[in-house]
C-alpha cells in the first residue's frame, strides 16, 4: 500500500492506472477508522481494480466552534488497517496541500444544504462538496464509495454530481451498526459511558417509526410528535436538531403517506451530551 500526500503524485499514480485499464475506486473518509469505513473499503475493494482512500479531516466542513481540533485521528492505525483490507494508496494531504493561501473556490448544492443538518450547520455541505469536488478531480475515480449513514451527503453528492456532469459513479453503501444499533462514528468515542448506553436510543425511536408505519399509521405528524417525547423524557438527550421525515430521493419532507409512496427516509440528529449524532433508516410502507 502507498501512502501519498501531495496532490501531483496521487494524480500520476491514477492517470497510469487509467492508462493500464484498470477501474479506480475512490472512499473519501476523515480517519480513524472504524467498521464503517472498512465497509466502504471492502466493498470498493470488491469492485474495482484498484482502491484509493483518502484521509483527510476537512477545514472547510466544520463550523466556528465545532470539533475540528479535537476531531479523532489516529493515522498510524488507519494505515494498518487499510492495509489489512487491501487498499492500495492512502491519499492524506495536508490542510496547506488541499487550501493553498489565497483559496477561494467552493461549490453548493443550493436547497438541499440548507435543510436538515444543513439547517443546524451552515456551511457544512457546501465544506463537504467543496472537498468531494476537489477529491474527484485530484483522484479521477471511475467510482466513489460513500455511506447511507451520512444519508443527505449522499443525496447532495448524487446530485452535484450530475448537475456539474461530472463522470464517475457514486455507490451508496449500507449503516454499519453496533449490536446495541448504534451506527458506527468516530464521534462515538466522544461519548461518556452511560451517554453511550443511551445513545442506541436514536435507533431505537427509528425502528419504532418504522413499526408505527408498518402497523398502519399514515399521519407522520403524529409518529414524530410520539418520538420527539420520548427523546425528550431522555436526559441524557441535550437536544434534537431534527426528527424528519423525506422523500429518498429529494429529501422533500412528507408529513402524510400516500398510495404512491413506496419508501421514506427516517433521519434524525440529536445531541447525546456534547456530542451530534446523526443516524437514519429507510422504511418501507
Ligand atoms: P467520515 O470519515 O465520517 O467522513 O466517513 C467517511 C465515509 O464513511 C462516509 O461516506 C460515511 O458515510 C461512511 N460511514 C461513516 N460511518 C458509517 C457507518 N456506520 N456505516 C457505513 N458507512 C459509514
Redesign the pocket.
Known amino acids: 500500500m502507498k501512502i501519498i500526500k501531495r496532490v501531483v503524485d496521487i494524480r500520476k499514480e491514477t492517470e497510469t492506472l487509467r492508462k493500464d485499464g484498470k477501474i479506480v475506486g475512490l472512499?473519501?473518509?476523515?480517519?480513524?477508522?472504524?467498521?464503517?469505513?472498512l465497509?466502504?473499503m471492502r466493498r470498493a475493494k470488491k469492485e474495482c481494480g484498484k482502491t484509493v482512500v483518502s484521509?483527510f479531516v476537512n477545514p472547510a466542513q466544520f463550523g466556528p466552534g465545532e470539533d475540528l481540533k479535537k476531531y479523532p485521528r489516529n493515522f498510524r492505525r488507519d494505515c494498518k488497517l487499510a492495509e489489512k483490507e487491501g487498499v492500495d494508496y492512502i491519499f492524506s494531504p495536508s490542510a496547506e496541500e488541499m487550501y493553498k493561501p489565497g483559496y477561494g473556490t467552493f461549490v453548493e448544492v443550493e436547497t438541499l444544504s440548507k435543510i436538515m443538518c444543513g439547517r443546524a450547520r451552515p456551511g457544512h455541505f457546501r465544506g463537504v462538496c467543496t472537498v468531494v469536488l476537489k477529491l474527484f478531480n485530484i483522484v479521477n475515480p471511475h467510482r466513489a464509495?460513500?455511506?447511507?449513514?451520512?444519508y443527505q451527503?449522499?443525496v447532495i453528492i448524487k446530485k452535484m454530481v450530475k448537475d456539474l456532469n461530472l463522470n464517475l459513479e457514486i455507490k451508496g453503501?449500507?449503516?454499519?451498526?453496533e449490536k446495541d444499533g448504534l451506527?458506527?462514528?468516530?464521534?462515538n468515542k466522544y461519548l461518556s459511558g452511560e451517554e453511550r448506553e443511551n445513545a442506541a436510543i436514536l435507533n431505537k425511536c427509528l425502528e419504532t417509526a418504522r413499526e408505527m408505519i408498518g402497523g398502519g399509521e399514515r399521519n407522520l405528524e403524529k409518529v414524530k410528535g410520539c418520538i420527539l417525547e420520548r427523546l425528550r423524557k431522555n436526559r441524557f438527550i441535550k437536544k434534537v436538531d431534527y426528527f424528519d421525515f423525506r422523500n429518498t430521493a429529494t429529501l422533500e419532507e412528507i408529513k402524510k403517506i400516500k398510495k404512491e409512496q413506496d419508501k421514506i427516509l427516517a433521519a434524525t440528529a440529536a445531541w447525546v451530551g456534547n456530542t451530534r449524532l446523526i443516524d437514519n433508516k429507510i422504511i418501507k410502507v
Open positions: 472512499v473519501s473518509t476523515m480517519g480513524y477508522f472504524h467498521d464503517g469505513h465497509s466502504l484521509i464509495y460513500f455511506g447511507e449513514k451520512d451527503q449522499l453503501c449500507p449503516i454499519i451498526r451506527a458506527l462514528s468516530s464521534r
